[in-house]
């Protein structure tokens, strides 16, 4: 048991000793102008929490080593107004900064966020949809300086974007990308600092910040006179039921979303729904409502047009794959069914269950179940449903999923102990915690196997971010 943790907790601290040990190479003043700066941006005052996590960001800018923070908040508890600040820091000492976002939406969302709190100047969006003379602009503009800050999507970490001085780095919505996408934007700096949002860590994260080798901020409470969702389980047997009541509550003027796992139907998955055939039924189930369908496959014009129609009330019911995950911030919109909602992840679940319950009205998410679930999709269902914290809930998929390989590039998978149990043995694994640090402070105290170990470590982390 001991040996397990030992080796265990000797990656884990070679992992986050190798990105503590980065120097800072950009250095960062704080003066009563820059306070001024930021209050005048300010559009409300910041909650506790807020200033609680902007305060350990300066603190981390201040410190000898680049940071690597995780800022852990709910859905709709202001995330976003906080990594702004963190931009408007690198900006303000002439820096630049990036925001990566996971979709198209998404990072046009924040870009016209942004353009409001810093003002147009030097802010630039690059994704897959730009036009190749928008691109070339905002190409130059970014490894001349002229633009400070860019938003955008994996488009960001393509060969040929280069900064000329990248300094801030924000991952949004941090499960959605792969470790090799984070450490491509990353690596676009020597010595940037890194940001990571999320509302449900990946299982890695979560493992890093539940042995405290990550630095982790939290936004526990969302913003003022927004409501719980609640959350049920909708069995197989009793779909047909539930959409009847959702008929009377749809002519009451409700408004919601309706979520499909597939675009077309699949004839090797036949219990999982599609957004064709449903749009199809939808219409006859319920009509004289106001419908839309929105897919990856829709252009980015007609995204638009219908998330426009949607937000405006010209749309009732909008049925969807997950391209609204993220970035959908509908106020009236009060429920949200996800169809085989059994196969999809939990961390997936409590972001699509974000995109309800945004204003003071209470919201519900109904979770169908396929015909034939399998057993840990029903322990996924029973997961979401109990619970509206992300971090309990991350902590959950790290318990079904495992937490990956600590320095290579998988995001899930078993931890490889097979004798050990942390909450068990958790006297041990604290010995074997300090026992693991005086080794790596102290070489002459390794052992051959300790050696070989830590030499392997080393070739695998060279080139991977791990947050």
Do not use: W
């Not at 902007?54 to 976003?80: C, W, Y």
């Amino acid at each position: 048991i001991y040996e397990e943790f030992l080796f265990f907790k000797l990656e884990l601290q070679r992992v986050r000793a190798a990105f503590r040990g980065r120097r800072r190479l950009h250095r960062y003043r704080f003066s009563d102008a820059m306070r001024r700066s930021i209050d005048r941006r300010l559009p409300f005052r910041l909650s506790g929490e807020q200033e609680e996590a902007f305060s350990a960001i300066v603190n981390d800018l201040r410190s000898p080593h680049t940071m690597q923070r995780l800022l852990q908040g709910e859905v709709g508890s202001g995330k976003t107004i906080v990594a702004f600040l963190a931009l408007l820091l690198a900006r303000e000492n002439g820096l630049q900064g990036a925001f990566l976002a996971p979709t198209e939406i998404l990072a046009r969302q924040h870009f016209q966020n942004a353009c409001a709190f810093f003002g147009p100047e030097g802010l630039a969006l690059l994704t897959g949809g730009c036009d190749p003379a928008e691109r070339r602009r905002v190409l130059a503009g970014l490894a001349g300086g002229g633009v400070s800050l860019v938003f955008g999507t994996h488009a960001l970490t393509g060969e040929n974007v280069a900064f000329r001085k990248l300094a801030m780095v924000v991952i949004d919505e941090q499960h959605r990308f792969g470790v090799a996408q984070r450490a491509a934007l990353f690596f676009k700096s020597r010595g940037a600092d890194l940001l990571v949002t999320t509302a449900t860590p990946i299982p890695r994260t979560m493992l890093l910040a539940l042995y405290s080798d990550v630095a982790v901020s939290f936004l526990r409470q969302p913003l003022a006179g927004r409501q719980p969702v609640v959350t049920r389980v909708v069995a197989a047997a009793d779909r047909e039921r539930f959409y009847r009541r959702l008929a009377v509550e749809l002519g009451r003027g409700r408004k919601g979303y309706v979520i499909l796992p597939l675009i077309e139907r699949s004839e090797t998955y036949p219990d999982l729904r599609s957004l064709d055939e449903e749009a199809r039924e939808s219409r006859a189930r319920f009509p004289g409502v106001p419908q839309a369908a929105l897919s990856g496959r829709s252009d980015p014009a007609g995204k638009r047009r219908a998330l426009q129609r949607f937000a405006s009330g010209a749309v009732r019911l909008l049925l969807a794959t997950t391209v609204v995950e993220v970035g959908i911030d509908v106020a009236d919109a009060t429920f949200m069914v996800i169809e085989n909602a059994d196969r999809y992840g939990l961390a997936q679940l409590h972001q699509l269950r974000g995109r309800v319950g945004r204003g003071s009205e209470k919201s519900y998410c109904f979770l169908v179940e396929s015909p034939r679930p399998s057993a840990g999709g029903r322990e996924r269902l029973r997961a979401i449903a109990s619970s509206q914290d992300g971090f309990a809930i991350a902590e959950m998929d790290l318990e079904l999923r495992g937490g990956g390989v600590i320095a290579g590039l998988e995001q899930s998978g078993e931890i490889d102990f097979r004798l050990a149990d942390p909450r068990r043995d958790a006297r041990l694994l604290q010995e074997a915690q300090v026992d693991a640090r005086r080794l790596l402070e102290h070489p002459e105290l390794q052992n051959p196997p300790v050696r070989r170990f830590l030499a392997g470590l080393r070739k695998k982390i060279r080139n991977v971010s791990f947050s």
